[in-house]
């Protein structure tokens, strides 16, 4: 590892014609510490020798931080932090699901700009270059394995099938294990999910298993509904709860929750009533007064660890016969990257810094 001065080295011999598993320790000294107001990285480099001579050479931004979950909270660096995000799909409306280098960091920075600290990305892992855009400007990341509505009424393939048989399990464990491995590096990456709005089943059990197997050092959530009724399966053994769209008064009722609890899907914004949106502008400042209401709950709450607006971005995209897909308008931001006028009221309440002066002297 070389950046500012800081350098660390080590050697390993590999037998040739031989499947080894090698592993380094190092002590470093005067590393400056990776959170997403202060995204410091270093530079890891490997070099591949053979008989002295230098054949190949990989190298990757990394960070230096700790996460612990300790009681009811999660700290990063020994700080509880508290999470101001937003649900992100890749998407553009001209290519899809394919989105550019570009386009990932110009996403990082719209969020960062409203004041978002944390994207949960619903409902499967994010291009390689998201999450590097999230190192070096500094975004607390929730990286979702690609499963959602298993055993959930919505999808009704569970109609004919049983979500809790065994031939599902290898599925599950695969697209676990590849998840976390392939991006176990990015220091961004706070929290890993196993799934979005699902049944808990003993599958669920042995990929948490997997999970903390492959990475000890991140906490794992599972999104179906840790309190009330609707979809409550109980994902107990889970250091994260969670549960989606709460009314304003939950973060004050669960205050004193037993662990910290995400809201991984709240306020989502109007999509349902484009003709009062068309007739009566108004409706948009209404959404902001009550997430505003609601955001100042969840940021009272001790135990609440934070919660992500469905939606960043629309979802909405065109198929080459022009036909228009997707999971609809939902966005504090369109599919070109132009805030609505919910952004600014997203930017404005999650202000860490607000002044509740009413009176002004002049």
């Known amino acids: 590892i070389h950046d500012h001065g800081i350098d660390a080295n080590s050697i390993i011999a590999i037998n040739p014609n031989e499947k080894s598993s090698v592993a380094a320790e ?10 997403c107001e202060h995204p410091n990285l270093y530079t890891l480099t490997l070099q591949l020798f053979n008989n002295g001579q230098l054949i190949e050479t990989v190298s990757q931004k990394i960070g230096f ?26 998407t553009h409306p001209l290519t899809g699901r394919s989105v ?44 979702e394995s690609p499963f959602c509505w298993v055993g959930h009424s919505a999808n009704s393939k569970w109609d004919l099938e ?40 003993e599958i ?54 037993l662990r910290p609890l995400l809201y991984g899907e709240y306020c ?21 007064q009550g997430f505003s209401r609601m955001w100042e709950n969840c940021y009272s709450s001790k135990s609440i660890l934070g919660a992500a607006i469905w939606a960043g971005i629309d979802d909405i ?8 897909v997707g999971y609809g308008e939902w966005g504090i931001i369109d599919g070109w990257r132009r805030p609505k006028p919910e952004y600014f009221h997203v930017k404005k309440t999650y202000s860490p810094v607000k002044i509740y002066n009413t009176i002004l002297d002049y």
């Open 204 to 257: 669920w059990h042995e990929a948490h298993k997997l999970a903390n197997k492959i990475d000890g050092t991140r906490p794992k959530t599972f999104h179906d509904q840790a309190n009330g009724g609707y979809n409550n399966f109980g994902s107990t053994e889970m250091p994260i709860a969670n549960y989606h769209y709460p009314g304003d008064e939950d973060p004050l009722v669960n205050r004193e929750y």
């Open 65 to 90: 931080r700790s996460i612990e979950v300790i009681g009811n909270q999660v700290f990063v660096n020994g700080m509880p932090i508290k999470l101001r995000g937003s649900n992100r799909h890749e």
């Open 26 to 35: 190092s002590k470093i000294h005067g590393i400056e510490a990776w959170d």
């Open 162 to 201: 049983n979500p809790e048989s065994l031939s599902f399990e290898d599925y599950i464990m695969q697209a676990t294990a590849e998840n976390i491995k392939f991006n176990f590096n990015h220091p961004s990456i706070l929290i890993w999910s196993l799934a979005n709005e699902s049944r808990w089943s």
């Open 268 to 288: 989502h914004i109007n999509t349902y009533n484009r003709r009062e949106i068309l007739t009566d502008p108004g409706v948009r400042d209404n959404w902001g």
């Open 317 to 324: 995209f065109y198929l080459p016969d022009s036909t228009a």
């Open 100 to 143: 550019t280098p570009e386009l990932c960091i110009q996403d990082v920075i719209l969020f960062r700009n409203a004041n978002n600290n944390y994207i949960r990305t619903s409902h499967y892992p994010p291009s390689e270059e998201f999450l590097h855009a999230c190192d070096s400007l500094g975004m607390f990341v929730e990286v």
